[in-house]
């Protein structure tokens, strides 16, 4: 019974791996430039930064920006300054559109905040897009910090590390045997009390979706 025990666990490793080594072989989806990103006026928007975690409403955009409402923070840090980049998602029915943007200002007499008008918008459907569980359990390293995988999808992962990292924190993401790092967003990392000592649930957004899945 032992030796059958290591070899799935062996070929569950090896399962693993061959997942992770398909996703190396990742591939950027070229997106035309948009001209005009329409979120519509009302629509709830999640704003991640290193300044915590934000909900907001869009009052109004053009061509070059959107007015947002003050923001209320989940995850309150510091204020928001111009220059600051921020990760935004707004869903719309099942979908969930993502994309970067830069504060520009906030309105003095309205606290409204004012951010670039994106020239990308990811698309993903919440619904359908599946996450690959085969590699939970195998090595991933965020930033400097050495964890697991619990799963991981074409736009994203969940990973259990040992240290906190901050919400809306950008980081590079490596497994395996990659040249080059995965850049990501934190979407979100809370303790995980049961482990001992206690432990971190980290949600990942990539910048760009992962092909090869």
Not at 14 to 31: D, G, I
Not at 92 to 100: A, K, N, P, T, W
Not at 150 to 159: E, F, N
Not at 162 to 172: H, R
Request: proline fraction near 8%; charged fraction near 20%; hydrophobic fraction near 45%.
């Amino acid at each position: 019974m032992q030796v059958v025990a290591t070899i799935l666990w062996m070929g569950g490793v090896f399962v693993a791996s061959v997942v992770l080594t398909a996703l190396v072989m990742r591939t950027v989806r070229k997106r035309p430039a948009l001209k005009r990103v329409s979120l519509g006026v009302g629509a709830k928007i999640r704003l991640i930064s290193p300044s915590g975690v934000f909900i907001s409403l869009v009052v109004s955009e053009n061509d070059d920006e959107i007015y947002l409402s003050p923001p209320v923070g989940l995850q309150p840090g510091r204020p928001f300054e111009p220059g600051d980049v921020v990760f935004a998602q707004v869903p719309d029915g099942g979908l969930l559109l993502s994309f970067r943007s830069t504060i520009l200002r906030r309105e003095i007499e309205t606290g409204d905040l004012v951010l670039s008008m994106p020239t990308h918008v990811r698309q993903a459907n919440r619904r359908i897009e599946e996450r690959l569980t085969h590699v939970k359990g195998h090595g991933v390293t965020v930033d400097n910090a050495t964890g697991l995988f619990l799963d991981i999808s074409a736009s994203g992962a969940q990973v259990i590390l040992p240290t906190q990292i901050k919400a809306g924190q950008p980081v590079q993401v490596r497994w395996d045997d990659l040249v080059e790092p995965v850049p990501a967003w934190v979407l979100d990392c809370r303790p995980v009390f049961q482990e001992n000592p206690i432990r971190y649930r980290v949600r990942l957004r990539f910048r760009e979706p992962l092909s090869g899945l």
